[in-house]
Structures are given as structure tokens and as C-alpha cells.
């Protein structure tokens, strides 16, 4: 294939800048950091890099933007995914939000290290947004770079892509790659700063729009910014709810409601822990977004938090999401309060989150059982004693559930007998005391009755259990080996994992090792157990 033919794909991309196009830009053109007034975004340009290099790119994600795997390979396309190089159409900005940081009103955040290069429009009309993470400072830049490094731009990169295909909403990922330049970070704040090899990320969303895009106007009371906004992400991202109007901002805040419990349902399924779920982290689409210090459960454990900047209050640990991203609608509400002016409709609307929460993370409970419908009279005890039990000795989330499809569902077999497929899941075998046995192996009996009494097939029992465990996530410590390598120029287990990670739920017995639980090694080490938010 000669070049021509291999960038045809990457120029012929069509684009359709809806955000900037109907939303009021900052009349300053001056790439400072200051607060941004009367404007939804800044035009800003990338910064050029030395010499960047491509690390890997999701081939589903370039599907979705018609670009081949020839388009991905070309130089050109390292050029324009770093920020090096505009692509007709292209009209770089970063957008103004404010948040909630920890609990408390931040003020002015905004795009500091992100730049959206434009909205484009696929074969099948689908617009998605472009945008570079960590392609130098904008307007929001506050007092740090601009920058990422590959530490932290690996983990967004595959962790993006590992929730895609686990089924999880998300932002995506196209590339990852290594501007060639340094960058300094002090990784835990102790006054060791090193330098780091830089690295941008291009996500890829419908709409990167948070809960903090809404909050500033509010808190700045530019009310008519507000209605914008507001205006835009309803014609643009819920457009089969109507023209916007005050039902159709309670319709629309209802629908914000169901997706933000839809997706924490799906985090409490797999065992992702976001770490930072601050309202300027929180899509307006319900979609995960800003892989920072975010975690995987290894032992099942409510109060695991992976973000040692939030280790004593653990305001953001797993058990705790659900309640938090609630706390964020109401404040989400209260942003859009002035439109409305009513508080009896908008407390009725965030009821939506309950009420799609509940009956969500019942079938979601059932479908991790292998049942096919929750019933509270009996599941509310059993799945209870199951967590207690999970977190009585050190117990893999992951492998227990995935093992428990195995179970040999015969209530006659002795605890050992039916312990035997689960046994790879726990941590500290010593813990096994005969008393626990006991209690598991009642648990595990009631669990038989209780599929037994359901009639449901064991074929159909296990095809159920497959599809809501996944056998492979994004492990802490893999993630980290995967870094590792790459801090040394070896790519490899970059792709290794981006490959592995797009069948989570197949058996993949070549690759059986990446489904082990945490070696001991990995139990204290920075970037497996513990990650601040330095990235
Ligand atoms: P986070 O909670 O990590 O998503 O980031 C909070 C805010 O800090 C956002 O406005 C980011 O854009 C900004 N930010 C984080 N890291 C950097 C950086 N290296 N340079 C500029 N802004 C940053
Ligand atoms: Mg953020």
C-alpha cells in the first residue's frame, strides 16, 4: 500500500464541531491560565513534541471512526494523535467546568490537560469527540503542565477499552503514544520528583460534557451559559427527548439519573473502583470517565480505596459509590435549579436513581448467582451472608464468582468437596479455619437449594454466572508489569493485555495466568495496591 492511500483515511475524516459552533467561545485567544468568564471554552492548540512514538491504538476504536489499521500505523496518524499535526476540520479547545472535589465546591477546574480536537462524524452519522490527554496547557491549566505520562497514560489507555468490552459505559480510547519528552512527577508527593516519559492518550466519546460543566455557571449564576449548555447537550446527546422545555429538562435530568445508576451498577459488578469520583468526573452521558488512581478489587473489600490521596476519609472505596454518585446528582440538581425553580419535580427526579439503582443491582446480584430473577425473600439473606463471608478471610472478587459457576451443585458433598473449585480465590489459606468451612459450606448449600428450587439448568446456571463474571480484568498489578515494560520500550504487554482484555469473559487458557489472583509482591507495591492522583 503506497502512502498516499494509507492517509487518505486519516484526511478524508469529516468534521462537525457542534460545541464550538453553537456554544460562546472566550473572547481571549491568549493561552494563559486564568478564570474563564461568559464562556463555555478556550481555543487552545496542542503543544508540538520532539518525537513522538505510537505505543498501540484500539482497532475497534478506529472502526468506529473509519480509519483502517493502515490509517493507525502511518506516521501521520503518531503526528495528529500526539497534537503535532491539525487535520482539516480540526478546531482545538478545551471546555470550562467546575467540581466538587472530595465533597467540597473547587471553583473554576476545567479542560487542564485535555484538548478536544473536534467532533467527527462517521459513515453511519455518529459525531464523536477527539481528545488529547496531556498535550500541554490550557487556559484551565491551574498550576501544573498540561502533561500525562505513560504510568498513568497506559492505565487510561487499556483500562478504557477493558471496560468497553466488559460492557461497562465508558469513554474510549484510540491511541497511546509517547511524545518522546520528559516529564516530572513527584508520584506519591514526598519530595521525589523524577522524570517520567511523556505519553498522550486520544479519547474518544460522544460527549466529554460533566456534572462540573453545569456546576460553574450555576455557582457563577451565569444563568444564560447554564440554559445553553443545558440546551446544546439535550439536542445534541438526548435528542429523542424533544425540544428543550421545562418538562424535557426534568425528563432529561431523569435520564442523567438512570444512566449515572446504570453504570455504578456495572462498577459494582466487576469490582472497579473509580477513586476520584469527583462531579467534575462524572459524564453527563453516564459514562466512566478520568482513569486516574482507580482500582481493581482483588479481595472482595467495601472499604477498599486504591487513592492514597483519599485514604483516611475513603470517601470514594467500593462500597461507598453508589452513595456518592447520588451526592453528585443532588449537586448536579442544584446546578440546574434556576431553570426550573421548583425543588418538588427535580427531588422527584433524582428518585429515578434509586429507583433504577435497586431493581439494577438486583438482577445484576442474580445474574452474578446465576439466578434469573431477584426475589428478596430469599436473596436478601443469602446474598448478605455471601458478602460477610467474602470479606471474613481475604477472598479474590474475581475468582470466586467466576469459580462458583463450577460448583458442584449437590448438597449432599461435604464442605470440602464443594469448596474444591473455589479454592484459587482466597488470599491466606491458613484463614480457612474449620469454623469458616462451616459457614461457607452452609452458604453454599442454601445456594444449591435455592437454584435448585428455581428450576434453572445448570447449563443455563453457568451461562448466566459467565456472562456477569468476567474471567479477566484489568488487574492492579498487571497493569503495573505492563508499565513497567513499557518504561523500558517494551510494548508488548501493552498489546498482550489490550488483546486479552477484549474477550473478559472467554475462557483464554493459553493466557489462564493473567486470571491469577495478586502475587504477594504485589500486595504493598506503589502502582498495584496504592496510586496517588500524580499522573
Ligand atoms: P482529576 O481530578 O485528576 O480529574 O483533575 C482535576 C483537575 O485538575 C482537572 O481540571 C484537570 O484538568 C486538572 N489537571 C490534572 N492534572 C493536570 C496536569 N498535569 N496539568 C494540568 N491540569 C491538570
Ligand atoms: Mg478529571
Redesign the pocket.
Known sequence: MNSQTKTCGLDSLIFDNRFIRELPADPQTANTRRQVFGACYSRVMPAQVANPQLVAYSREVAELLDLSPEDCESDDFTQVFVGNRLLPGMDPYATC?G?H?FGVWAGQ??????INLGETVNRRGEHWTLQLK?AG??P???T?????VLRSSVREFLCSEAMYHLGVPTTRALSLILTGEEVIRDMFYNGNPRPEPGAVVCRVAPSFTRFGNFQIFAARGEIDLLKKLVDFTIRTDFPHLGEPSLDVYLRWFEEVCRRTADMIVHWQRVGFVHG?M?T??MSILGLTI?Y?PYGWLENYDPGWTPNTTDSAERRYRFGNQPQIAFWNLGQLANAIYPLIEQVEPLQQAINSYVETFEPGWQAMVAAKLGLNVYDPATDDALNTELLILLQLVETDMTIFYRKLAQLVMDAELSNDALMAPLMDAYYVPEQLTDEYKTRLGNWLKSYIKRVQSSGIADAERIKIMNAANPKYVLRNYLAQLAIDKAEQGDFSMVSELLELLRHPYDEQPSKEGFASKRPDWARQRPGCSMLS?S?
Open positions: 467546568y467540581g472535589q477546574l476545567g479542560d487542564g490537560r485535555a496531556g496547557e490550557t484551565y491549566s491551574r501544573a503542565d498540561g502533561l500525562a476520584v469527583n467534575d468526573n478520568d486516574g492522583c499522573s
